[in-house]
Structure formats: structure tokens, C-alpha cells
């Protein structure tokens, strides 16, 4: 009976970075909302991803929330490049400090969410079949909470423990004396591999395509170093907001085609013994851009892959062939390609010898079976989209999103409102701009509150976006993606997944025009009213 349904001004699914956000912003507005979380606490990804060796590689420092300045002073980051455990207290701080848990319900998976276009609401239904209604439903899903497994025969036959990397258990797995084998080499392999190979009996890694890796060259903070980020969190942020991506990184201006090939190799040289992204997004303004320039950051980085493995065969496994340097989003790392160097650790190349299934006692290749005592897969997410798809969103007249997004692009307004769902909010969507997410998402999350409060301001229910505004948003993406060689590149990031059915073809699905100009844009949006949306 909808008198027993709670229903809410908003409902929020996620309570991850951005969730954890919307939660204190809205309560500042005075909105009556509720957040559903499917985790049983705080913190998103870094709630999921808890694998041997998750940790950030965008400096610390410049990945927390900014918001709340008194913190920034009171919270010690450990490491320049910080671990899941860490990260994940310093959410926790976050949550008990503001107490954001009170309006958060955990453990609620949203199965559906449809619009009532007569009441302008939403009722959003939750697995176990309860409900709640909210005129506003606001999407704190991030870009990767959709893991997928690898569409591979026999995973339930297997006997020993099994876990994917993003639903890694709350418990410590203990590798002593284990066989263990990951599928998958992708950034959190990249990052997990080094550190199973350190206790495991054996790891056997089953790769089918290398991707390019390069030193994080992390360490501790020291108490000087804290100090001087405690004085300086205004420049960082100043700085953060200078740059495409929200990074304190920020290409060369030179070109890698107008310097001698010594002072190229000693610009290289240099970057890779440096901390952090500046190999890749501090690197010559072309190399992502101009396929010559991109071709001799290659083979630079080719070249030393090779000098860090000890086996010339397994490097040339390891060496990446589709895709150029950067092309994909560039995992850093500690010891990964030194760990292919260790008696305990094997490579199967799986392009030599593919998966033909799982079986009880481990993975069937072409060529062997591999027993094992553990599999851990590394197999990344649906990205961008596959959250949105694994809910059964409907807006008016049963217009389902995951139809809409199935062989189209989504036509988005600045990634926030999808042409034809009202009153349908995201952080994060797709089309929105990309790269060091903390700093995107407070952007974001802001830009929300504004058409928040100026629906509150006004008495207006309904909000959606003039269908006209979102061809032009699509077609500023569109034209803003044009030269970017990992445009071209199939990748999480470009929506392709082969384990997902009717994902594997390229789409444009991250508004690459810089986050700079895509903050100005939205900034002048809400300054000039919110003319491209409508209200009711
Ligand atoms: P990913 O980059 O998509 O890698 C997935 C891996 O699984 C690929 O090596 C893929 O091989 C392999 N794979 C998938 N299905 C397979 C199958 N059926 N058989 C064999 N291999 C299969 O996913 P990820 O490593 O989880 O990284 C995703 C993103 O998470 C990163 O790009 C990054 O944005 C984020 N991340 C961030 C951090 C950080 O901040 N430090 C750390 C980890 C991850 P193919 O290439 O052959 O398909």
C-alpha cells in the first residue's frame, strides 16, 4: 500500500566518494533524503577493493576531500601514494566526524527505480522487494562498481577459494603454502601480482593482453614532508584545478618530435624515476596525441621492460603489442615486472594457450591444467555504464536507460541528466570529465546541489534537460574526443568489456575536453539559471 512506502524529497544509491559528499551537502540544504548503500559501510571502491596492494597512484594529498579544511589539518597521510587500508580509515574519519552513516540504510541493492510521470516520482525497488519513493533520484554509482567475471566454463566447479578483486573478503587470505593463480593483468593485477608473489608457494599469472606499467616509487611521509602539505593544501588544490585531469601533473609544452633523442631519453629517464603520473600525463604534450610521438615513448618504454626482466622471452610476453604507451589509463607500479624474475612466480601467455575452462582442481589451458589453491580474478569492471545497467532504471512510459545506452551514446547534459529521465541526478555519468575523481566529484556533487536548491527555491518538482541541449553536449564530447589515440583504444574507459554481451565496440564515454573547461561550463550554467534544463 503506498501509504507504507517511505518516500523521501531524494533518494541516493551509493555511498562511496561522491555519496559521502551528496550525504553532507544535502543535509546542509535541509533535504529530506536517504542514501542506499549496497556495502555494509562507507566508502566505495576502497569499501570493495580491499586486494593485496590496492592503494591510490595519484598523490594522496591531492586526492582527499577538500571540503572540510579543519580535517585536511588533523588527518596525517602515511604514504605519498596511499594504501586501501589508510584510504579507507580516512573515510571512515570522514563518516564519524560528520556523522554521515545516519542517513545512509546499508545493504540495500537497487534492483529497479521507475518514474511516475503523473506524481513526478521515483519508486526505487530494492532486491529483497521493498520500496521507497523520492521525487529526486540521485546516482552516486562511480565509473567502475559493475565486476565482471571472466565469461569462462567451469567457474563453479572449482573447489579452492575463489574472489574477484572488487568484492576482495573483509577477512585477511592467507597465501602461505598456496597455489594461487590471477586472470587478468590490468591495473589492480598489476598492482595485486607483486604482493601475492611475495608469500604465495607459486602464482601462476594468466595473461591475454600486457598492458604498459610504470614505477610508483612510493614511500613514507615524513614529518616535514606532512607539515610542508599541511601549509600548502591551497596550492595543491590551486594547482589540482590547473590541470586537465585534476592531477598535479600537466604536460611538457615541448613536442617529443622537436628534441634531440638524448634530450628525450634524459626527459625520460628522468620522469621514470619520479613518483606518480608525470611518465604519463607530464610527459611531452604529443605523445597521447601524435602517433610518431607516441611510437618513441614506446619504444622507450619497451626498452625497459626489457632491461627489468631477467627472462628475454617473458619480457617480450610482457610487452604490450595493441595498444601504445598511455593509450589506456597507465597502472603505476612497485615490483611488478621484478616479480616475473622470481622462482615462485610463472607467466601463461593465454594468446599461446587460451583458457578452455575452469575445472575443480584449477584452469585448463589448451595446452595444461594449472592446479591451484587459489584463483583470484582481476578482471576488471563494465565500466562507466554497467552499474546504471544492472538496474532496471525506467523513465517516463517505460523508457528503459539500459535500451537507450545499449548501441547509442548516452545523451547526457555535462554527464549529469540523461535526455528523457527527469528528475534523475548523476556524479559521475557517463560524459562527465575524468581523472583524479575526488576533486571531479566535488564539482559535480556542487553542480547538483545548485539545481537542488534552485528546484527548492522555485517549488519546482520536475527537472529534465531540453533534448536540444544534449545533442549538444554529445557533439561537444564527440568533437572533443577526436585525436586522442586512446579514443581509438578498446579499454574499460572506451566501454568495451568481452565478458559482457553487446559490449565490444568502442564508445566515446568521458567528456575529454579538459576538467577545467568543463567546470567553467557548468559554473556558467548555474550562474546564467540553468536555461539549458526545464523545470516544472
Ligand atoms: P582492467 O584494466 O579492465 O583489466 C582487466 C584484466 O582482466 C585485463 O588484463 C583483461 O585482459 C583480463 N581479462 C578479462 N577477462 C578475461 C578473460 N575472460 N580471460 C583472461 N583475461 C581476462 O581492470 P582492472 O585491472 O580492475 O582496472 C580497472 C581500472 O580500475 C583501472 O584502469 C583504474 O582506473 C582502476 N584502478 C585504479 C587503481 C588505483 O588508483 N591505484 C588500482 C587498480 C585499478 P584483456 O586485456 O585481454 O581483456
Known amino acids: 500500500m503506498s501509504e507504507n512506502i517511505p518516500t523521501y524529497e ?10 559521502m559528499y551528496v550525504t553532507y551537502r544535502l543535509r546542509e540544504l535541509g533535504v529530506d533524503f536517504r542514501v542506499f548503500e549496497a556495502g555494509s559501510d562507507v566508502g566505495g571502491t576502497w569499501y570493495w577493493c580491499r586486494y593485496p596492494g590496492a592503494r591510490f597512484d595519484s598523490e594522496s594529498w591531492s586526492y582527499g576531500y577538500f571540503f572540510d579544511k579543519e580535517l585536511l589539518q588533523e588527518w596525517d597521510w602515511k604514504e605519498h601514494f596511499s594504501p586501501q587500508p589508510d584510504t579507507l580509515e580516512h573515510l571512515y574519519l570522514v563518516a564519524d566526524k560528520h556523522d554521515l ?19 513526478n516520482q521515483w519508486t526505487v525497488t530494492f532486491e529483497d522487494g521493498s520500496r521507497v519513493r523520492a521525487t529526486l533520484l540521485i546516482s552516486c554509482l562511480g565509473v567502475l562498481s559493475a565486476p565482471t567475471l571472466p565469461d569462462i566454463p567451469g567457474r563453479d566447479d572449482f573447489q579452492g577459494q575463489a574472489f574477484h578483486t572488487a568484492r576482495w573478503p573483509h577477512e585477511p587470505v592467507l597465501f602461505e603454502g598456496k597455489r594461487v593463480g590471477v586472470i587478468g593483468t590490468g591495473a589492480t593485477a598489476i598492482q595485486a601480482i607483486p604482493e601475492i608473489a611475495k608469500t604465495a608457494e607459486h602464482l601462476t599469472v594468466f595473461q591475454r593482453h600486457p598492458n604498459w606499467a610504470a614505477p610508483l616509487h612510493n614511500s613514507k611521509t615524513t614529518p616535514e ?31 617529443a618530435l622537436d628534441v634531440t633523442p638524448e634530450e628525450r631519453e634524459a626527459f625520460w629517464e628522468k620522469l621514470y624515476s619520479e613518483p606518480g ?56 607500479e612497485s615490483g611488478y615486472f621484478e616479480a616475473y624474475n622470481r622462482s615462485n612466480v ?14 575443480a ?17 582481476a578482471t576488471g569492471f563494465d565500466g562507466v555504464t554497467g552499474g546504471y545497467d544492472n538496474i532496471d532504471i525506467r523513465g517516463p512510459g517505460g523508457r528503459r536507460l539500459r535500451d537507450d545506452w545499449k548501441d547509442d551514446l548516452p545523451k547526457t547534459f555535462l554527464g549529469v541528466i540523461n535526455d528523457g529521465f527527469p528528475n534523475l541526478l548523476m556524479v559521475l555519468g557517463p560524459h562527465t570529465s575524468r581523472g583524479n575523481i575526488p576533486r571531479h566529484i566535488e564539482k559535480i556533487v556542487d553542480f547538483n546541489i545548485g539545481i537542488i536548491r534552485h528546484m527548492r527555491e522555485n517549488g519546482y518538482s520536475r527537472i529534465e534537460v531540453r533534448p536540444e541541449e544534449a545533442e549538444k553536449w554529445l557533439a561537444q564530447v564527440k568533437d572533443v574526443n577526436e585525436g586522442r589515440l586512446a579514443g581509438k583504444i578498446a579499454s574499460w574507459q572506451t566501454g568495451v568489456n568481452a565478458n559482457v554481451p553487446g559490449r565490444q565496440t568502442i ?26 534544463l526545464l523545470f516544472r
Open 225 to 255: 614532508e606532512q607539515k610542508d602539505i599541511k601549509a600548502r593544501y591551497e596550492e595543491i588544490y590551486a594547482r589540482c584545478w590547473e590541470t586537465a585531469g585534476c592531477f598535479i601533473h600537466t604536460p611538457d609544452p615541448r613536442s
Open 277 to 332: 603520473f608525470g611518465i604519463w600525463i607530464g610527459n611531452y604534450r604529443d605523445i597521447l596525441t601524435d602517433e610518431r610521438a607516441n611510437a618513441l615513448a614506446t619504444e622507450y618504454m619497451t626498452r625497459k621492460i626489457r632491461e627489468r626482466i631477467d627472462d628475454p622471452e617473458i619480457a617480450e610476453k610482457l610487452i604490450p603489442k595493441n595498444h601504445g604507451f598511455g593509450l589506456r589509463r597507465l597502472p603505476l
Open 10 to 19: 531524494a533518494a541516493v544509491i551509493g555511498s562511496g566518494i561522491s555519496g
Open 346 to 359: 610463472r607467466l601463461v601467455d593465454l594468446l599461446e594457450a587460451p583458457i578452455e575452462g575452469i575445472t
Open 361 to 377: 582442481k584449477g584452469v585448463r589451458t589448451t595446452v595444461e591444467e594449472h592446479e591451484l589453491d587459489i584463483l583470484v580474478y
Open 507 to 532: 564508445r566515446v564515454l568521458g567528456y575529454y575536453g579538459g576538467a577545467v573547461r568543463y567546470r567553467e561550463q557548468a559554473e556558467q550554467v548555474a550562474a546564467e539559471g540553468y536555461k539549458e
Open 101 to 119: 552513516r545516519r542517513d545512509i540504510t546499508f545493504n540495500a541493492n537497487v534492483a529497479a527505480a521507475e518514474f511516475d510521470d503523473e506524481a
